[in-house]
């Protein structure tokens, strides 16, 4: 075995390892945030009601934690070069402008009008479904940073493919949904999805930016720099990530708890729709022979939902106890469990992909 084997082999057990400990953590934040959730409602109000244009300050603050690490490490020279190379951004943008959105309605229509036809009675299968149409429409602005970065993925790409789902959101999200939901006039919150874009992509890559000059202008342009620093950052976005998942459990506490069989019974789609959107993009990558670090971001891309914006839509349409939010809010709870998967599975799949 060379050194070069040896040591992929070693970063890959020591990556499995590191996955199976973020698993328990999270499951520990997921029980936590339940538990707290109902034992101190109060507080748990009172930090979901911090927030503007239906964004949390709180969970945004703790997003950025997760994020800047890899915003410092983003290559502008690098993203200038992703044209080069398009085919991760085909696929990104084809899966979840083309596919996606189909592919979450008709999961919706399947499940609460055949599958779970005698559970719910049809004006609330509706709403659920209308719930599910919005979180398909609405690809990750902020997260996919987090799952791109426990995969090891392409900074520079990423930020590419991030950047084009929300110049194209801006103009498709209302068609679409108007198209599946048979409604005329969609009104887009346009406040946050504008805010949600600035928080979660300007913002923190200007910080990373300016952190990334000076770390290369104090070594002499040594990139090892950017990578220590990173790699002294993980451990603050991991206890973001931690703490987001305690606060989205504890924030629906009292509902889990209430409805469970519902929460199920909603999720199931949401579930089956993820892997499914997984699937396809990482199948289609390989085929293209799409290179891991681009070929895993691009099909988490599309397995993950901008939950502010769909939300906010959900509340702006139906209304608060709406099924509509109830489903969008599921797919929050959802999200972070199901990704942390599809992450293990990108990361032990890695070999039978190029490395460049």
Partial sequence: MTAAAADMDARAAGLGLFEKWL???????????????????????????????SVNLVVAVLIWAMIFPMMVAVDFGAVRRVGDKPKGLIITLVVNWFIKPFTMAALGVLFFEVVFADLI????????????????????????????????????????QVAANDLIMIVAFAPI???????????????????????????????GAIVRHRLLATHGGDEAAVSEFTGRMKPLSIIGLLLTVLLLFGFQAETIVARPLLIALIAAPIVVQSYGI?????????????????????????TSNFFD?????????????????????????VEV?????LVAIANRTRGIFPLA
């Fill in 309 to 333: 914006l769909a939300v906010a839509v959900a509340i702006g349409l139906f209304g608060l106890g709406s099924g509509a939010a109830l489903a969008t809010v599921v797919g929050v709870l």
């Fill in 278 to 302: 997984f699937f396809i993009a990482y199948g289609w990558a390989k085929a293209w022979k799409v290179p891991h670090a681009v070929a895993a971001p691009c099909a988490l891309i599309g």
């Fill in 23 to 53: 698993s328990v953590w999270v499951g520990g934040a997921i029980l936590a945030g339940i538990a707290l959730g109902n034992a101190a409602p109060e507080l748990f109000a009172s930090l979901a009601g911090i927030e503007y244009a």
């Fill in 337 to 341: 469990p199901v990704m942390l998967s």
């Fill in 121 to 160: 009675a049809p004006a609330d299968a509706q709403q659920y479904i209308a719930g599910l149409i919005l979180l398909g429409a609405a690809p990750c602005t902020a997260m996919v940073f987090v799952w791109s970065q426990l995969t090891r993925g392409d900074p520079a790409y990423t930020l590419v």
């Fill in 177 to 207: 949904v108007a198209l599946l939901l048979g409604v005329t006039d969609i009104a887009v919150p346009w406040e946050t999805l504008l805010l949600s874009v600035a928080l979660y992509v300007v913002v923190p890559l200007a910080a």
